[in-house]
């Protein structure tokens, strides 16, 4: 089973940049598909990225695309999402998740999640 911690969030004005990161222990992270996920106060988890596990494939939300980049790096078994040009409506906790199987857009599909990193976005 693997375990998975995010960091990075943080408070920023509209217009910077942020990178969470997404550190793996347990199980080499090169095992899964991951995704990136965002909630909202009073809203549901909605996807944001994922990325397959050999890298080669990556999807995105229509409201993250252009502006977001999900890569990982094996050797340090961990995923990043790359935020720039952020907008207050980018404001939520971040979560990241891993599956073994499908590269899913859905939180239904992911098996294991972190416990998410808080990103607020001032005007």
């Known amino acids: 089973q693997v375990q998975l911690v995010e960091s990075g969030g943080g408070l920023v004005q509209a217009g910077d940049s942020l990178r969470l990161s997404c550190a793996a222990s347990g199980r080499p992270l090169s095992s899964y598909n991951m995704g990136w996920f965002r909630q909202a106060p009073g809203k549901e988890r909605e996807f944001v990225a994922a990325?397959?596990?050999?890298?080669?494939?990556?999807y995105y939300a229509d409201s993250v695309k252009g502006r977001f980049t999900i890569s990982r790096d094996k050797f340090k078994n961990t995923v990043y999402l790359q935020m720039n040009s952020l907008k207050p409506e980018d404001t939520a906790v971040y979560y990241c998740a891993a599956d073994p199987r499908g590269l899913g857009r859905t939180k239904n599909e992911y098996a294991y999640w972190g416990q998410g990193t808080q990103v607020t976005v001032s005007s």
């Open positions: 990325i397959s596990w050999g890298g080669g494939s990556t």
